[in-house]
């Protein structure tokens, strides 16, 4: 039912059911007519949800068009029904309606699947046998081939999965032939729409935009979907084609079952990591070798988050045991960075591991949203089609990583600069890369990422101040988060003056303001992000990794100053590196509606990277004794500590 009613609203909408059911039948009236029952309670419902869905929005809108509207089942007349609930010609079966030709827009309901498995005994089971499924398809199948033979020379026709026949959600079939909304025929390949972006991927929505756009109706506002369009050829033939497509399905199913248990485990290692390195530090436990060891697995554990995302140049997905495939092939990705990171004679200074996983980081994002943002679909840190938050861009935990990694990666090369020398030349390739960086995040045609800007502003900017040694006041921080907001303003109104088709969801949320409905859009990101604070994992590795970073890398340790503080006094930049990253995660999680996950993700790249910048600076630090070596008991005579991260 919410299929239908979603495609009836060009909204995402629903009904006060908790599970599945097949729509009840129309009351049918002598003229051939139909009303929908229990209409004026769905209505009611969605339009009191936080989306706000109009029931009736597409009906009404092909109505106000002078267009006729025919429905062929139960479905189908949610889904045709104008804003009063009725269907001007309504039959059981589309051999009831006669003449398709008489009609503008013509809804058939083709449930042999869903009625299916909802006839098994007793409760739905988790899937079809094959053979009742098979049964289903054949007479699915039969039934689309009677609209298509029933259908007018020269018409347009849609074929869209609207509901699921198992527990577990999957992607749905989608097809068009005829005439696009351009005018110019669909072509064989696969389709898109602007709303995704991405190959073979159209969302429900985009059905309500699609029937709009082929009868040159205007498309009212409050459906958020774009039309659909031909987006180039599938190579290999119809065979290759489907088994592309069902790869894509099995990626999104997989990625839902193992996304929980994935993040249990990264919690779990991280939390056992953050004590196991206390120990080396606090308790001189294990000696140079168990340090040095820590600072290998501390880059690694740095790398871990990039390799989430570069783990989808593997189908793991498609392996026996996913679970440990994709563990298996992100440690595999991370080994690699670590490999990387001390391949070179970078690995000797402070900064240096830190600075090639950062800066691989940075790069390897910034190079995916520029290129299509591949690497995040069905990424166990991105976003998954079936759930539909998400399709393009920068999604919430990948700006998380890569504006940490952009940071610290830019304190890195700024203090090998510097030593270099040549402060000038660093400051501006910070302010340059920077601002290239700031400007992916951003721009619609790359990341699209509307409250990553302001954040990733704050944070950049707390950079550069501490950079080029001005003071952090509260005057500047209120400056920088304005230019922030005006910035990704300005983004979004120029995202809203292009054609509504091309909009993505910056220019939407402008056509939103203009319309007075922004507020609830606002009430459930809040809504949404203090949620989160309910995800205790991800809320304990948060506070985990700070504790660890106060309480442990901040305190003076027992043989002088402490490790970071040394850090601090062989590579002064990185402070400003890491108080621009805290910055950007705790501003991110206050504008973003993933909240807790900001500053998880952010914390998870910065804090071992500066824990392996910590173990170089404590071992190759010229007034203090390394651990091992002193007698026990003994100490030597501590530095001055720079200050830590609470100053």
């Known amino acids: 039912m919410a299929g239908w009613l979603t495609v009836s609203a060009g909204q995402r909408a629903g009904s006060a059911d908790a599970d599945c059911v097949l729509p009840a039948a129309p009351r049918a009236d002598a003229d051939g007519s139909a009303s929908v029952p229990g209409w004026e309670g769905l209505a009611s419902y969605n339009?009191?949800?936080s989306y706000r869905a109009a029931l009736g929005l597409l009906g009404q809108a092909v109505r106000d068009a002078g267009g006729s509207v025919a429905a062929a089942g139960p479905g189908a007349a949610l889904a045709a029904a104008d804003r009063s609930g009725r269907v001007a010609a309504y039959a059981g079966g589309v051999e009831g309606l006669g003449d398709l030709s008489r009609h503008a827009l013509v809804v058939v309901d083709v449930d042999d699947l869903a009625r299916a498995w909802l006839a098994t005994a007793g409760a739905p089971p988790p899937e079809l046998t094959p053979q009742a499924r098979a049964q289903a398809v054949a007479n699915a199948d039969r039934r689309v081939g009677e609209v298509l033979s029933r259908a007018p020379a020269g018409a347009t026709v849609l074929v869209a999965g609207l509901s699921d026949v198992s527990a577990a959600a999957h992607l749905h079939v989608a097809a068009a032939r005829g005439p696009s909304p351009g005018g110019e025929p669909f072509r064989r390949g696969h389709l898109t729409a602007t709303s995704t972006r991405q190959d073979a991927l159209v969302t429900v929505t985009d059905v309500t935009a699609t029937v709009l756009g082929v009868l040159g109706a205007p498309v009212p506002r409050g459906a958020v979907g774009r039309p659909w369009v031909s987006d180039g050829d599938a190579p290999g033939g119809v065979a290759a084609t489907v088994a592309e497509l069902a790869d894509a399905d099995l990626a999104s199913r997989v990625l839902v079952r193992v996304r929980a248990p994935f993040f249990a485990v990264l919690v779990a290692v991280q939390v056992l990591f953050y004590g196991l390195a206390a120990l080396a530090f606090r308790r001189r436990w294990g000696g140079?070798?168990?340090?040095?060891?820590?600072?290998?697995?501390a880059v690694a554990a740095g790398a871990v988050a990039v390799s989430t995302f570069?783990?989808?140049?593997?189908?793991w997905w498609s392996s026996p045991w996913p679970m440990a495939a994709l563990v298996v092939t992100i440690a595999g990705f991370a080994g690699a960075l670590t490999g990387l990171a001390f391949a070179g004679p970078w690995r000797s200074h402070v900064l240096g591991p830190l600075t090639v996983v950062a800066g691989v980081t940075s790069l390897a994002l910034l190079a995916d949203v520029m290129t299509g943002s591949r690497l995040q679909v069905n990424a166990v840190t991105g976003y998954e089609p079936v759930t539909g938050g998400r399709f393009y861009g920068f999604g919430n935990i990948a700006f998380a990583v890569y504006a940490t990694g952009t940071i610290l990666a830019?304190?890195?090369v700024a203090q090998m600069l510097i030593e270099r020398g040549r402060r000038v030349l660093a400051l501006a390739v910070c302010a340059a890369y920077g601002l290239l960086a700031i400007f992916a995040d951003g721009w619609p045609g790359w990341g699209?990422?509307?409250?990553?800007?302001?954040?990733?502003?704050?944070?950049?900017?707390?950079f550069l101040m501490l950079l080029s040694?001005?003071?952090?006041?509260?005057?500047?921080?209120?400056?920088?988060?304005?230019?922030?907001?005006?910035?990704v303003g300005a983004i979004a109104v120029a995202d809203w003056l292009r054609p509504s088709a091309g909009r993505t969801h910056l220019g939407a949320f402008v056509q939103q303001v203009v319309d007075g409905q922004a507020v609830p859009v606002v009430t459930r990101k809040i809504g949404a992000m203090l949620g989160t604070l309910g995800n205790w994992q991800l809320t304990v590795l948060s506070l985990v990794a700070l504790a660890f970073l106060y309480l442990v890398l901040a305190r003076p340790s027992r043989w002088g100053a402490s490790a970071l503080g040394l850090a601090y006094a062989q590579a002064p930049v990185l402070r400003a590196g890491l108080f621009g990253v805290l910055t950007t995660a705790l501003a991110g999680f206050l504008v973003n509606d993933s909240g807790i996950a900001i500053p998880a993700m952010a914390l998870t790249v910065a804090v071992p990277l500066t824990l392996a910048a910590s173990i170089r600076a404590l071992r190759t630090a010229p007034t203090t004794p390394e651990p091992p070596s002193a007698p026990a008991g003994s100490t030597a005579p501590p530095d001055p500590a720079p200050p830590s991260p609470a100053s």
């Not at 699209?448 to 707390?462: K, Q, R, S």
């Not at 040694?469 to 910035?487: E, P, S």
């Open 410 to 412: 830019l304190a890195g």
């Open 47 to 49: 339009a009191a949800t």
């Open 448 to 462: 699209a990422d509307f409250g990553g800007v302001p954040a990733f502003v704050l944070g950049y900017a707390v």
């Open 310 to 315: 570069l783990a989808q140049l593997v189908p």
């Open 288 to 297: 140079v070798r168990v340090l040095a060891a820590t600072r290998v697995a």
């Open 469 to 487: 040694g001005r003071r952090v006041t509260a005057g500047k921080l209120a400056i920088a988060g304005a230019a922030g907001a005006v910035l």
